[in-house]
């Protein structure tokens, strides 16, 4: 069993930053690839961003390039999520994720997520 706690949601200006964390616990949550994702009122969830488990590769949609950065520490049992340049469309719920599966909104453990409401 992974567990996963997610945190540094809020309220931000539009143009605003603000970084998530997410603190895994359990046996296997240091060697597990990890990933946030997000779901907004009235749509379904979508990939933002993933990393391997040792920290070598990272992967994010299209919409977040460029303004994201998803990272992890060296114990790699916190993943980061900086989200800089923030647009009122990136209002949602962010979850956390382990072992998320390539090409879905699937994974074996998910965080109770974090709200981000960006104001315009």
């Known amino acids: 069993q992974v567990q996963l706690v997610e945190s540094g949601g809020g309220l931000v200006q539009a143009g605003g930053s603000l970084r998530l964390s997410c603190a895994a616990s359990?046996?296997?949550?240091?060697?597990?690839?990890m990933g946030w994702f997000r779901q907004a009122p009235g749509k379904e969830r979508e990939f933002v961003a993933s990393?391997?488990?040792?920290?070598?590769?990272?992967y994010y949609a299209d919409f977040v390039k460029g303004r994201f950065t998803i990272s992890r520490d060296n114990a790699k049992t916190t993943v980061y999520l900086q989200t800089n340049s923030l647009k009122p469309e990136d209002t949602a719920v962010y979850y956390c994720a382990a072992n998320p599966k390539v090409g879905t909104t699937r994974a074996d453990y998910w965080g109770q997520g974090t709200q981000v409401t960006v104001s315009s």
């Open positions: 990393i391997t488990w040792t920290g070598s590769a990272t």
């Open positions: 359990g046996r296997t949550s240091s060697t597990c690839a």
